[in-house]
């Protein structure tokens, strides 16, 4: 089986999340004896942690990914699973998120004849939804029975504009804010007889909205607090509002904590009477260029892509997040990001075949 041939098998699999329609099965034939399997489902939620030792070293590299996809949506011109090559691309749902990833590391893996230490694969079905039994409950049980990795290289789509243009040596985290400004309700024609939350607020708004909480560095860009709703009143003219709800969202560094973005609002609000919360959805980490990792994977995109990569922290989350809390040297590295989630999702054969030739020369050379 060439690794189009494996790549179009998955992409067939209708996996949406946290179905995995059967894709484990066939996984667990395609590495066959030589790979061995630690079912770690938890719920609904399917985990697959394959691993094979080639010698005593106890280096441990592992690649990460999921195996579910967004529901396709409508509007596309060619059945999402059917995954036909047409003039060099495959049009299909999770060709770019990220089934291309999972069959590069897949067939790199399988055809290894050398790798100096323990190789391993960890997938979930659940990293498009809310993630919650996937791959930090693998992580966590891995933790248990001292198999956590020493690295990892999560196969998410990664480059910009050309293939092997960037990787991710980190990921921002998402903290999320809600403000409710109390007021009293009155008539609008009796101003002097109500509290206005929204007159209240209105000098505030500018100290906070799109405002940096800190400078950013070398790995990010500064996090920058991002108003995202506000709402109030009765949608009529002549009543005030009792109150006014604000929601927001950070995407912060490492520079930028949740306690250090309670304690801005905070002191911005003082004097209103109010309420407020926050929620941190995924924290950030950032994986140090000098790691081996880091260096091994621009080695090998330079050796067979002839390309200098740089390094990246944009975009949203992913589950190399997991990696980093549990203090493994992750980073990110898969086919350009132009088309995932979206209608008409495809990749190209050329990236799938050099991404798997990065990862095979990677593992041959680590």
Known sequence: MTIIELFQTLLRFKSITPNDDGAFDFIDEYLGKEWSCINI??????????????NDNPQHLCFAGHIDVVPTGEGWELDPFEAKVIDGVITARGSQDMKSGVAAFLYACKHSQNFDGMLSILLTSDEEGE??????????????????????????????????????????????????????????????????PVHNFASVLPQIAGVNLDNGDEYFAPSKLVITDIRGGMQVTNVTPNELKIMFNVRNSTNT???????????????????????????????????KVVK???????????????????????????????GIEAIEFGVINDTIHSVGERTSVKEVEGLTAVFEDLIAKF
């Open 41 to 54: 489902d938890r719920e609904d939620t399917k985990n697959r942690f394959y691993y094979k030792k080639f």
């Open 131 to 196: 993630g919650t039994y996937g791959t930090i409950k693998a992580l966590e049980h891995l933790k248990t029975i001292d198999m956590i990795p020493h690295y990892g290289i999560v196969a998410e789509p990664t480059c910009e504009e050309v293939f092997g243009d960037a990787i991710k040596v980190g990921r921002r985290g998402s903290i999320n804010g809600y403000i409710t400004i109390k007021g009293k309700q009155g008539h609008a024609a009796y101003p002097e007889k109500c509290i206005n």
């Open 257 to 291: 904590t949740k306690e250090t973005v309670e304690a801005f609002i905070q002191e911005k609000l003082n004097g209103l009477e109010y309420d407020f919360r926050t929620t941190q959805g995924s924290y950030p980490f950032v994986t140090n260029k000098t790691s």
């Open 296 to 326: 091994a994977m621009e080695n090998s995109i330079k050796e067979v892509l002839n390309i200098t990569t740089k390094h990246s922290t944009h975009g949203g989350t992913s589950d190399a997040r997991y990696f980093g809390a549990f």
